[in-house]
Nanobody, 122 residues
Framework: QVQLVESGGGLVQAGGSLRLSCVAS???????????RGWFRQAPGKEREFVAR????????DYADSVKGRFTISRDNAKDTVYLQMNSLKPEDTAVYYC????????????WGQGTQVTVSS
């Protein structure tokens, strides 16, 4: 089990930047049990969608096509924190952003944070 807390959301104008953070705590197993940590988002009236993910070692990452070239996911395992640097933000990036963990041996992201709101004004 692990608790995830997201921060860094806010209101920004189109073209601006934000950096989201996801801190893990309360682990009942080693952090090495984590396979991927990912970011997802859900806009009003839409389904939750994948944004980006990064492996525990940091040597593998993937992005949704809609954010490639604009968003960068990174991690600091000493702080058990994953970041999402979001540049060139667009109004369509407005959503609640969630952090999630997929452990080794699991096919799904089973642990989720409460989310942080990102609003991009035009």
């Amino acid at each position: 089990q692990v608790q995830l807390v997201e921060s860094g959301g806010g209101l920004v104008q189109a073209g601006g930047s934000l950096r989201l953070s996801c801190v893990a705590s309360g682990r009942t197993v080693s952090s090495y049990a984590e396979y991927f940590r990912g970011w997802f988002r859900q806009a009003p009236g839409k389904e939750r969608e994948f944004v980006a993910r990064i492996s525990w070692s940091g040597d593998s990452s993937d992005y949704a096509d809609s954010v490639k070239g604009r968003f960068t996911i990174s991690r600091d395992n000493a702080k058990d924190t994953v970041y999402l640097q979001m540049n060139s933000l667009k109004p369509e990036d407005t959503a609640v952003y969630y952090c999630a963990v997929r452990n080794r041996g699991s096919a799904a992201f089973a642990y989720w944070g409460q989310g942080t709101q990102v609003t991009v004004s035009s």
